[in-house]
């Protein structure tokens, strides 16, 4: 195809300006000054072997598993915006048979993945910066060493690059002990680095580099304690580090500019520069008399000398000694003397000549000057005299005081006002005399207010006391009035005054204020401003799982964070393996992880459901606070899937904190769940586990892989946090619902008050209401029946037929229930309790069979020790749609741990018949089933289980019986608790919960 010449020539251009952008990307230009190993591509050079790349070239050591040294080049035109990729990966470039270090390989050292040519001296396009990122350019490096000093140092060559100069650069590790981390990378005891600093010019780098070329060098220990310690303090040379490493530096430059700037300390002076050896000193003498100053140098070649008198050089004062005769004033001042030869120079100290017998003289009388009211006057005298002047300013004919500037050569009198008009002089003394200028007049000339430092912008956190301030400049007094919102601000007191003061600010304080400034010659308002009171936002931690620890937002004061994986084989892993994230809606992260897990009902036990867990642990004195979690799952398994999530409080019991639904198939979703806040002690860690299984539907127990993506972990650090108490947090209410009948298949709840105070107490019979929100079957007329031991003390069949039905429905409001129509027939019982166990019976009524459901609330305001501690219902229990179904609450700032027990087998110690075979228990958080049991004894607590239940004073079950039961620690929230029939059994049933300590 023939294009158009100007195609070709403006394709020429954009070449050329191309190559001007990167002009030194490209593996010619980074080993300039030569290959001080002798490095080879050759694959059997297994300890020096050379890798050529564009952006910087190596040699690399198979034995330590890292770079020998690192050369590149570094000018202005390597420093874009490409910003920092953070995608560490293994060298596959690398031979066959060298190790190829993993991204992994340094996780959990202490040490950092150090980059020897940095990130930031890449930054004109993606490619390049990535390619720092290859493990053949890291060594391991302490934090306080790669995060700190040697950070530093790398803003300095950068910052001489920005300044037109070439740095030509080489670094790399030295001083090894035999310390090693994860697969054998050698641990080095130093880092060094060289840097040329060339300036800019024609032809090569190398061919303007001379004897006098800067150069620096420095070694710095990797070790931690050097992060703050200025770069400076480990200037070496590179014949030390030659010493230290046995590589030739600067082999392509000629012999005596690679000897002498192998030699050259920076900062030090040039060998054979001159430097002085003894300083002049000053001198004191009469007027008349005589005077010498003195220097002592050395140098090769000849020194000469030139001396000055306050920087102005003395002609013919050009030896080492300056003699001065029939001293008069206009020798007065200071001098030094600069030592010169070939190879450089030298100045010395400034020393005086002090002369006595000198009175003051006014060489420059104060002039007159005229201010503004408000603004600065300042007022000058010049003086000549020896020994030492004093100063001392007057008004009017007396002496200032309280000014500081009033002992000095210039007056200053900042915020001028009428008052501060008059004649001012100033009496200058010293040993000899004194003298009086002439007066200057002061006039200040009235002014209207303006504003000499504006109010800004606030935010404060609620609670805090907003500042708000300004500084006015004009003819004083002045009347101050705040606004907000253009609304003048009353009943504070400060707001008349130059600082407004809001002690305790809410959210009603925000807004946008100014300041409205009065005197007799006019006003000012200021820039309106906004005063924003809000909570910063919390920090967020996040994982994208190309390595296990968080990539972001891991505050300082908190340690850990690193994920491990647990697979159904009873292994915990580090997370080693990623795969590359799919798009979804919320993704964020480039990586995701994942292991086999066995999809079935969740098992906490050892060999288990396979779940992801991290602890984070706040350091000495400071408490954490995680108010927020949210992670990116999918499984690949069939059928119904399910997470659940538990946080372990430092040795405390693990809390289920949240659970829902897990998309299988494949099908990415981020998930959000709503957790209740989790306090730790101090210096206390905290612990997640996130465990996937099957959920309620699954056909059985498989293998599927499930994975999660863009983990996230809200938090803050504080002092002095409250921890909540578990002994503050009760049962505020159950619910049950069961099919239900006359006689024997009446529904029975049991529940005991705590304490020794009543206690109000709501309990309802739905059944028609239910039917209006789709529940088949529901109870045509329920019937209520309220017992303490054999007496019945209360009952209802129709809850507005009560004599308290206004109450009734006013308490079911309060207590969250959903209403009862007007005149339906569901019944209601409220009444005041006193402490003890009492019984609660629902049944049909003068109806037919259904569906009920019996609930009983807590009415009465928390207070330790007066709660429900166990609630119960019996009644009949089969599969599917008839299973018994308790729902419970959990009120309260704490998790609160219980023992939930479905009971069939064991309730024929009580005479009772037809009972439920083989019971299945199954806890429910909202839809999600969590927790599954369907026989006591072959618990992994089985032991704990007996304890608890005995403690309680439950009736025991038998060893080996299908009862059920488990023990639970939960949020505080809504739980629902299921009796069923295993293999489609039926019968009566016992639904248990009981507060455990």
């Known amino acids: 195809m023939n294009l158009p010449r100007r195609f070709v020539l403006l394709a020429l251009v954009v070449l050329q300006l191309a190559g001007i952008a990167r002009a030194t990307i490209g593996a ?147 001083g090894f002990s035999g310390a090693t981390i994860a697969s054998g990378v050698a641990v080095a005891g130093f880092t060094w680095k060289i840097a040329v600093v060339v300036p800019a010019g024609a032809g090569t780098a190398l061919s303007r580099i001379t004897t006098t ?132 120079s030298v100045t010395s100290a400034a020393v005086p000549l002090v002369l006595t017998g000198l009175p003051p003289v006014v060489v420059t009388a104060p002039p007159a000057r005229t201010v503004a009211a408000g603004a600065t006057a300042t007022l000058a005298v010049v003086a000549s005299g020896s020994p030492t002047l004093v100063y001392q300013w007057r008004r009017a004919g007396l002496a200032i005081t309280g000014n500081t500037s009033a002992a000095t050569a210039s007056l200053v009198l900042p915020n001028a006002q009428a008052a501060d008009a008059a004649l001012y002089d100033v009496v200058i003394t010293n040993s000899v005399g004194s003298v009086t200028s002439a007066a200057a007049l002061l006039s200040v000339t009235p002014a209207a207010p303006t504003i000499a430092v504006a109010p800004v912008a606030q935010t404060v956190a609620p609670g805090a006391t907003a500042t708000l301030t300004v500084v006015a400049s004009g003819t004083a007094p002045f009347v101050y009035q705040w606004r907000r ?80 994986q647990r697979n159904n084989n009873g292994t915990t892993l580090t997370l080693t393996t990623v795969s590359v994230s799919s798009g979804y809606a919320g993704a964020t992260g480039t990586s995701n992880a994942g292991a086999a897990a066995r999809v079935g009902p969740l098992n906490l036990a050892e060999g288990g459901s396979a779940f992801f867990e991290f602890t984070l642990t706040p350091v000495a004195g400071r408490q954490l606070v995680v108010s927020g979690i949210s992670f990116g799952a999918r499984s690949t398994g069939t059928g119904p899937q399910a997470y659940a999530l538990f946080a372990i409080n430092g040795t405390a019991a693990p809390v289920l904190v949240g659970a829902g639904p897990l998309a299988n198939n494949s099908a990415w979703t981020l998930i959000t769940p709503a957790l209740f806040p989790v306090v730790s002690a101090a210096a206390t860690p905290v612990t997640f586990r996130l465990y996937g299984y099957g959920g309620a539907g699954n056909a059985g127990t498989s293998t599927a892989n499930w994975r999660i993506d863009d983990l996230a972990v809200t938090l803050t650090t504080g002092v002095g946090l409250t921890v909540p108490n578990s002994a503050d947090s009760r049962l505020a209410s159950l619910a049950s619902r069961t099919r239900t009948a006359n006689g024997d298949q009446t529904a029975i709840a049991g529940f005991s008050i705590a304490g020794t105070a009543a206690k109000p107490v709501l309990i309802r019979a739905a059944g028609p209401t239910l039917g209006a929100l789709g529940v088949n079957g529901a109870l ?72 009920g459901l019996l609930e009983v609330y807590d009415l009465a305001a928390p207070a330790p020790g007066a709660n429900l501690p166990s609630l119960a219902t019996r009644a009949i229990a089969g599969p599917g749609a008839d299973a018994l179904i308790l729902g419970l609450t959990i009120a309260g700032p704490a998790p609160k741990r219980v023992l939930i027990r479905g009971a069939g087998p064991a309730l024929a110690q009580f005479s009772l018949g037809g009972l439920l075979a083989r019971p299945q228990l199954t806890l429910f958080s909202g839809l999600t089933p969590v927790l599954q049991n369907t026989g006591w004894s072959t618990s992994p607590d089985a032991a704990a289980l007996a304890a608890a239940a005995a403690q309680v004073g439950a009736f025991a079950f038998a060893p080996g019986s299908a009862d059920t039961a488990m023990i639970v620690t939960l949020a505080p929230g809504a739980y629902t608790a299921q009796v069923s029939g295993i293999g489609d059994t039926t019968g009566l049933a016992l639904v248990e919960v009981y507060e455990l300590p």
């Open 213 to 344: 070329t800067r150069v620096i060098a420095i070694k710095i220990p990797n070790i931690a304690g050097v992060r703050s310690n200025p770069w400076q303090n480990y200037i070496t040379t590179a014949a030390q580090i030659q010493a230290d490493t046995g590589y030739t530096f600067f082999s392509e430059l000629p012999d005596n500019v690679a000897a002498a700037l192998r030699a050259r300390a920076d900062g030090a002076p040039a060998a054979g520069s001159p430097t002085i050896t003894t300083q002049p000193v000053g001198q004191t003498a009469a007027v008349g008399g005589s005077a010498s100053f003195s220097v002592v140098a050395a140098g090769a070649p000849t020194l000469t000398y030139q001396w000055s008198r306050e920087e102005i050089e003395i002609p013919g004062a050009t030896a080492a000694t300056l003699t001065l005769s029939n001293l008069a004033a206009t020798a007065l001042g200071n001098y030094t003397v600069v030592v010169r030869n070939a190879v450089g």
């Open 780 to 851: 045509a007329a329920p019937r209520l029946e309220l017992y303490r031991g054999p007496t019945e003390i209360g009952t209802n069949a129709g809850w507005s037929t009560a004599a308290n039905a206004a109450a009734i429905s006013s308490a079911a409001a309060r207590s969250g229930a959903f209403a009862f129509p007007a005149g339906s027939a569901d019944s209601a019982i409220l009444t005041t309790l006193a402490p003890g166990g009492y019984t609660v019976l629902m049944s049909a009524g003068t109806g037919a069979a259904g569906v």
């Open 485 to 564: 919102g253009g609304v003048a601000i009353t009943g504070n007191a400060s707001a008349t005054t130059a600082t407004l003061a809001i002690p305790a600010a809410t959210s009603a304080d925000a807004g946008s204020y100014d300041v409205v400034i009065t005197n007799a010659l006019g006003a000012v308002t200021s820039t309106p401003f906004a005063l924003t009171v809000a909570v910063a936002p919390p920090p967020v931690v996040a994982w994208d799982f190309s390595v296990a620890e968080p990539f972001r937002g891991l505050p300082a004061d908190v340690t850990g964070g690193a994920v491990v």
């Open 28 to 174: 010619a230009l980074q080993s300039q000054l030569g290959n001080p190993s002798g490095a080879t591509a050759v694959a059997t050079a297994t300890t020096n072997y050379l890798i050529a790349r564009p952006q910087y070239s190596l040699s690399y050591n198979n034995t330590t598993r890292e770079p020998n040294w690192v050369s590149w080049n570094l000018t202005t035109a390597d420093l874009g915006s490409s910003g920092r990729s953070d995608n560490f990966f293994q060298d596959t470039t690398l031979p066959a048979g060298f190790y190829q270090v993993l991204t992994t390989d340094f996780s959990g050292s202490g040490f950092d993945r150090g980059h020897m040519c940095p990130s930031g001296d890449r930054t004109v396009t993606v490619a390049d910066n990535e390619a720092t990122f290859f493990m053949t350019n890291m060594i391991p490096q302490a934090p306080d060493n790669n995060q700190g000093v040697w950070a530093n140092f790398e803003s300095e060559c950068r910052t001489l690059a920005a300044a037109g100069n070439e740095v030509l650069i080489i670094t790399g590790p030295s």
